[in-house]
């Protein structure tokens, strides 16, 4: 079996690691190529989805005082077909359009985030950061003096976009509360 030297760029490599070691103790017969957990939403799932979320966003997102001006929530598989459309399980502090996402998660498939900007509702965004499983970036057509910036995290399943106010200290909040949702996602394989 001819494996790739690495996962591809802004992919959970654990999991993916996971996957293949339990496909390779199965022999060759049953090894099933790695896929994204997302069509994999159980009722369980679910649930602990919504409780996680709505003990995470009250706290982190808002207006007054909290580290996240909108925060979002999307379902995603890197491996399926492209006319599907990634769907918005979550949505605090603003308004989404699944149509209008889908520019977002093709932007995310192409893998060129050093050299293309990207669109969250009416902003354009430029990457001013690349980690191994989340970017940051900032608003190129702001009307706040501060500025605005965008944190993108992916777990196994989701992508986690979290829109903050501010500079580098706000952008720093940003990094720490979206990567606690991150964390608790990534726990159960979500």
Same mark, same amino acid.
């Given at each position: ?46 649930? @602990?989805?919504?409780k996680?979320? %709505?003990?995470? /966003? =009250?706290?982190?997102? #808002? ?6 001006? *909108? ?6 598989d ?39 900007t ?16 989340? @970017?940051?970036?900032?608003?190129? %057509?702001?009307? /706040? =003096?501060?500025?605005? #910036?965008a ?5 196994? *399943? ?33």
């Open positions: 079996m001819a494996m790739a030297s690495s996962p591809p760029r802004f992919v959970d490599s654990k999991i993916l690691r996971i996957h293949l070691n339990v496909s390779s103790l199965m022999g060759p017969a049953h090894i099933n190529m790695p896929q994204a957990h997302n069509s994999w939403v159980y009722p369980m799932d679910w649930s @602990f989805i919504t996680t979320w %709505d003990k995470w /966003a =009250p706290s982190n997102v #808002g207006s007054s005082g909290q580290p996240l001006r *909108a925060a979002l929530l999307l379902n995603y890197p491996t399926g077909p492209s006319r599907l459309l990634s769907t918005i399980l979550k949505c605090e502090g603003m308004k989404a359009d699944p149509v209008q996402l889908r520019q977002f998660v093709d932007f995310v498939n192409r893998g060129k985030l050093q050299m293309e990207f669109f969250i509702g009416p902003n354009q965004y430029m990457i001013t950061s690349i980690h191994e499983n989340w @970017f940051s970036a900032r608003c190129m %057509d702001t009307l /706040a =003096p501060v500025g605005e #910036g944190i993108v995290m992916q777990t196994a *399943a989701f992508i986690l976009v979290a829109l903050y106010v501010g500079s580098v200290g706000a952008g720093s909040r940003a990094v720490v509360v979206a990567d606690q949702l991150a964390v608790q996602l990534s726990c159960r394989n979500l």
